[in-house]
């Protein structure tokens, strides 16, 4: 997947090797014209921090575009979304299987996720280089 994902936006700070960009994502429907008479327009504003070497090249206020691989957009999503949702379907299944019990299985799916996002706590220095944006 070589397609790139690209958001305009706006320095918010700059901090060390760290500029954060404020963005708005839209959803497609807030971009249309009846967007004001219609409930589902959504916008949403977000800060994208984005590592970089030379910070010195720009300003707060100034217009950038954030960009990032379609791989990086899989890999996050993988990792936020499908592994966590493996391990609690997989534990539901074991624990219901072995005691019978819902209750008890629900509950140690939902405990199953918390060694996982402890883990990625701990390693969120290294998916910040892997889960990396640009500027251009």
């Known amino acids: 997947m070589s397609t790139k994902i690209s958001h305009s936006g706006v320095i918010e700070s700059i901090d060390g090797d760290g500029v954060h960009v404020r963005i708005v994502q839209t959803s497609a429907c807030a971009a249309c014209k009846v967007a004001g008479y219609c409930n589902a327009a959504e916008s949403k504003e977000k800060i994208i921090d984005v590592h970089s070497t030379d910070t010195t090249s720009y300003k707060v206020g100034q217009t950038v575009t954030v960009t990032t691989s379609g791989q990086v957009a899989v890999r996050a999503l993988l990792w936020g979304f499908g592994v966590p949702f493996l391990i609690l379907v997989g534990v539901l299944v074991v624990v219901l299987w072995l005691t019978g019990n819902e209750g008890t299985a629900a509950l140690s799916g ?9 883990l990625l706590w701990l390693l969120r220095d290294r998916m910040r280089e892997q889960l990396a944006f640009a500027i251009e």
């Open 110 to 118: 939902i405990a199953a996720l918390a060694p996982y996002y402890l």
